[in-house]
């Protein structure tokens, strides 16, 4: 157990719908991350945020946004639904300092199925 | 732009007999580090080894270990005595030693077989 929770696990909808999909990083990190994962395919970074502020940013569409809230949870949503978006999304978390520095600990996905 | 490259799409190996997946990456940075994730088909992400660039040594976690060549920008993850829970994708990723920006960089991932 990576310590970072995710939910729901499995999500299934509808094109031109709208989606939340939650993290809870582990207990102190600051940093979440997202990242996507399609059907056989690499992880692709889509967006950090650092104590509620966005740090950095990756090929995230414009039909996704995400934020990060006071007591560190982070949503990413996805609106406008298209079939492609069907991945396996994952988020991780990381420590600023201490021993585990530089690892990012990854929840186990949140996979989203659009029919 | 940090780049991470895996050239085998697939690898085999016989169980119990040692295999070696490759990785490149490219940066300009210093300082940095490198790292080896298992996924297996339960799709979780699982650390299996991990390399800060100013350490000399190679990392090694009993059955993996890694020949880092930072100058050639090489990062080979070695499994020994390879066991049939081995099989999954192995991504190799690389994160620059940065503060409180700094993603987790991937490769495409090498699929591994065990085969008895």
């Known amino acids: 157990d990576s310590g970072v929770t995710q939910t729901p696990k499995h999500l299934i909808t509808a094109t031109g719908q709208r989606v939340t999909l939650r993290c809870s990083p582990r207990s102190g990190d600051l940093s979440v991350y997202w990242y996507q994962q399609s059907l056989d395919q690499g992880l692709q970074f889509l967006i950090q945020y650092y104590n509620g502020e966005e740090r950095a940013k990756g090929n995230i569409l414009e039909r996704f946004s995400a934020q990060q809230f006071p007591d560190l949870h982070s949503e990413l949503n996805l609106s406008s639904l298209e079939l492609g978006d069907s991945a396996l999304y994952f988020c991780?978390?990381?420590?600023?300092?201490?021993?585990?520095?530089?690892?990012?600990?990854f929840g186990e996905g949140s996979r989203l199925t659009v029919l | 732009a940090q780049t991470v490259t895996q050239s085998q799409p697939e690898m085999s190996v016989q169980e119990a007999e040692t295999v070696t997946l490759s990785c490149t990456y490219d940066?300009?940075?210093?300082?940095?580090?490198l790292f080896w994730y298992k996924q297996p088909p339960s799709r979780q992400m699982i650390l299996v080894i991990r390399q800060e660039a100013y350490k000399q040594q190679n990392a090694t976690e009993n059955r993996f270990s890694v020949n880092f060549q930072k100058a050639a920008k090489s990062f080979s993850l070695k499994i020994s005595d390879s066991q049939l829970g081995d099989a999954a994708m192995y991504f190799c990723a690389y994160r620059a030693y940065t503060g409180t920006a700094s993603k987790l960089t991937f490769g495409t991932g090498t699929r591994l077989q065990v085969t008895l």
């Open positions: 940066t300009s940075e210093s300082d940095y580090y």
């Open positions: 991780a978390s990381s420590e600023l300092a201490g021993p585990n520095t530089g690892e990012l600990f």
